[in-house]
């Protein structure tokens, strides 16, 4: 008999079993193993802090971020007193999965199939990968932490199935040398219609390696021809491509977490991915830390309302910045022409720093209130029309 299950070994659940093993519980850890998902794999200082992440972690560390306009015109915004780092997650999932197992969690390889409840135990069903037998976990309590489209979530918690969601695809291509257009040690983000009619287009270093991708909520959009236009676009058609991922990334938390009896979803099965800037490593590790504070409190209580603490504890620090980045999303991504404003506006100063210093620190920064109101009103002028599109 298990404390807590989780089903799905990345970064969320990879998180919360170590947190859980931890604090003194028994964790059976369930992954599907094999599977990669789709990210441009930046993480931001706060979460190497906060999640005790090293620097040999990380295959590069970007120091600029270039945004590009419909047009082609574009704003570098430097990364003052930090960086952006950049992680593989072909290698940085595995390795929080044996950080856990280390830590004490057991893990098994599966894929998950069902709950069954008795009168004597709960029960995770899953396949064994290796013998293709199914095979059962006895648990008092379970974390979903199975992505976007989680069978936990669809199967246990109300709305679980209605999760809203962009379709993410990318390549990671062996990256050349420095050149005209490509810098190892900047990330570029694309906003332009042709590209990705209501989301962007990436161009992230990896060190050796790069990923090149967008995202779409827009079912008719030929994910695979859009990237190998931004390939074209980006200069980097004739790199040998190393491998192809696609998932759904979803872009608003799920009003609610658990089902009020043994079960509590984290990370994308909860929805935790940042609106606007698509950013979800941080945010799914934070979900998985706060399943198990929740799953903690129910087994050293038995009240199972405590499991309702996740979703508590994880909006009281990140709802505003949330719903910022989806009025963002929401005011700017709509057409070229809103795009074309937005790459205009981020090229004020005040702009730049705010918008760094919440992602280093991921919080709204309060430190200078006016900058804050130069930027509503400068904001308020782009959506009006009041100001032309600064050129470059």
């Known amino acids: 008999m298990y404390d807590v299950v989780v089903v799905g070994g990345g970064p969320s659940g990879a998180t ?139 199967a246990e918690v109300p709305g679980g199935d209605k999760i809203p969601y962009v379709l993410a695809y990318h390549e990671i291509i062996k990256a050349p040398a420095k050149t005209a257009i490509y810098d190892p040690a900047r990330c570029d983000v694309i906003y332009d219609g042709k590209i990705s009619p209501d989301f962007y287009g990436w161009v992230f270093p990896h060190g050796d390696s790069a990923s090149v991708g967008m995202g779409t909520e827009v079912a008719s959009v030929d994910l695979k021809k859009a990237t190998a236009e931004l390939r074209e676009m980006a200069g980097l058609t004739d790199c040998e491509t190393l491998r192809r991922e696609g998932a759904p990334i979803p872009l608003k938390p799920l009003d609610r977490w658990d089902n009020g009896l043994d079960v509590v979803l984290a990370g994308d099965a909860a929805g935790v991915v940042a609106p606007s800037s698509g950013e979800g490593i941080y945010y799914a590790m934070v979900g998985g830390r706060v399943a198990a504070t929740a799953c ?65 620190n991921k919080k709204l920064v309060k430190a200078r ?14 959506l009006t029309r009041l100001v032309s599109v600064e050129r470059t």
């Open 16 to 154: 919360a079993a170590e947190d859980l093993v931890r604090s003194g519980h028994s964790v059976a850890l369930l992954d599907r193993d094999g599977r990669i998902k789709p990210c441009g794999g930046a993480i931001p200082p706060r979460l190497m802090q906060d999640f005790h992440i090293e620097d040999a972690q990380l295959v590069a560390k970007v120091n600029t971020a270039r945004m590009i306009s419909p047009t082609g015109r574009h704003v570098d915004i430097p990364i003052e007193n930090g960086f952006v780092g950049m992680v593989d997650r072909k290698d940085f999932d595995p390795f929080l999965r044996n950080r856990a197992v280390e830590a004490g969690a057991k893990l098994f390889t599966g894929t998950f199939l069902r709950i069954e409840r008795g009168d004597e135990a709960t029960q995770v069903v899953f396949r064994d990968k290796a013998t293709g037998e199914e095979r059962a976990l006895p648990t008092k309590l379970i974390i979903g932490a199975d992505g976007a489209r989680s069978k936990v979530g669809r």
């Open 296 to 360: 903690a409190a129910t087994l050293v209580t038995g009240r199972v309302k405590n499991l309702k603490l996740a979703r508590q504890l994880f909006m009281k620090e990140h709802k505003t910045v949330f719903r910022v980045l989806a009025s963002m999303q929401n005011a700017y991504y709509r057409s070229d022409e809103r795009r074309e404003r937005f790459v205009s506006l981020c090229h004020d100063i005040d702009v730049q720093r705010l918008t760094f210093e919440a992602y280093m």
């Open 369 to 382: 209130p006016m900058a804050h109101l130069k930027i509503g009103l400068k904001n308020l002028a782009h």
